[in-house]
């Protein structure tokens, strides 16, 4: 067996010496001995950094204190007033907006794009692009306008055909006779033979 796992024997007459491996490594100072001052310090002058730390711990607690009653009294004069929290946000969102515009970055950016879009509108592909949607904006105009012709003389053809005009003429008979009967009272449409006034069949005459 080692020498280490010899010593492990609480009896042994080595017990509390390091291994001979370990007699070597390097100690670090402040952790063999830490004094009770900070290194550089007197003890004085650590009593006094320490009341001073105290002191400026308390100031911080009474800062806070009177912090938290200016908020709360900040608070009660909003009510008073009627300022809601949502008109707050919507102040500050503006507020923060218009810092927003006037800020460099900003400004900067709106530059640029206005550069960007000067070149693009005036850049050949731009120019081209616009010309073909103009051209075929005015065709389709132009089509369009062409069909209603074609159509409006279409129906002007059809009213002016002899089947039309039949057609029309029949029509007028027709309501010519409705109208007629209705006047001498009949109820009942004529015949197209002619026969109005014979009685149908089945049916005796008044």
Not at 21 to 29: K, R, S, W
Not at 99 to 112: G, L, P
Not at 164 to 193: M, Q, Y
Request: hydrophobic share 35%; with cysteine; proline share 5%.
């Amino acid at each position: 067996m080692d020498t280490a796992g010899q010593d492990i024997n609480l009896n042994s007459p080595n017990k509390g010496q390091l291994p001979d491996f370990m007699i070597d490594v390097p100690v670090d100072p402040g952790v063999a001995a830490q004094s009770p001052a900070v290194e550089g310090l007197t003890e004085t002058e650590e009593e006094e950094l320490r009341a001073e730390l105290a002191k400026v711990e308390e100031e911080i607690i009474t800062l806070r204190q009177v912090l938290a009653a200016k908020e709360r009294h900040c608070g009660e004069l909003k009510r008073r007033l009627g300022l809601s929290a949502l008109g707050e946000l919507k102040q500050n969102l503006s507020k923060s907006w218009h810092d927003v515009q006037v800020s460099n970055a900003y400004v900067k950016t709106s530059e640029k794009l206005g550069e960007w879009n000067e070149k693009v509108t005036q850049s050949d592909l731009y120019k081209k692009t616009q010309e073909t949607l103009s051209q075929a904006g005015q065709k389709t105009s132009a089509a369009l306008s062409t069909m209603g012709s074609a159509i409006s003389r279409k129906l002007g053809d059809m009213r002016n055909s002899a089947t039309f005009k039949s057609f029309e003429d029949r029509v007028g008979t027709i309501k010519s006779k409705v109208v007629g009967g209705r006047e001498n009272g009949s109820d009942s449409l004529p015949s197209p033979a002619g026969s109005a006034d014979q009685p149908l069949p089945g049916h005796a005459p008044f």
